[in-house]
């Protein structure tokens, strides 16, 4: 099993910035790789980046160049630092884990853009 904790989602800015962060806990050594998803109302859950064990990234094409995702593995924790903020980009950010067998997700943290 696979925990993750989510937080720093909040309200930002149209430009502006915010950063989201994932702790993970317990069977992290069976994890392969951990990314950010979002969800709109009504529409499935789409990737918006992921960072592999050997530190690879891979971003959704709307957020390229906006988002960063990183991790420290002494913390066991994954950041998206979100800048140039979009309204589009207004939703529900889930942490993942992947591994071999299981997606483990987070809870979820709100994003707000609004002036």
């Known amino acids: 099993q696979v925990q993750l904790v989510e937080s720093g989602g909040g309200l930002g800015q149209p430009g502006g910035s915010l950063r989201l962060s994932c702790a993970a806990s317990g069977d992290i050594f069976s994890v392969s790789r951990m990314g950010w998803y979002r969800q709109a109302p009504g529409k499935q859950r789409e990737l918006v980046a992921h960072?592999?064990?050997?530190?690879?990234?891979n971003y959704a094409d709307s957020v390229k160049g906006r988002f960063t995702i990183s991790r420290d593995n002494a913390k066991n924790t994954i950041y998206l630092q979100m800048n140039s903020l979009k309204p589009a980009d207004a939703t529900v950010y889930y942490c993942?884990?992947?591994?071999?067998?299981?997606?483990?997700w987070g809870q979820g943290t709100q994003v707000t853009v609004s002036s």
């Open positions: 993942n884990a992947r591994t071999s067998f299981f997606d483990y």
């Open positions: 960072i592999t064990n050997g530190g690879a990234t």
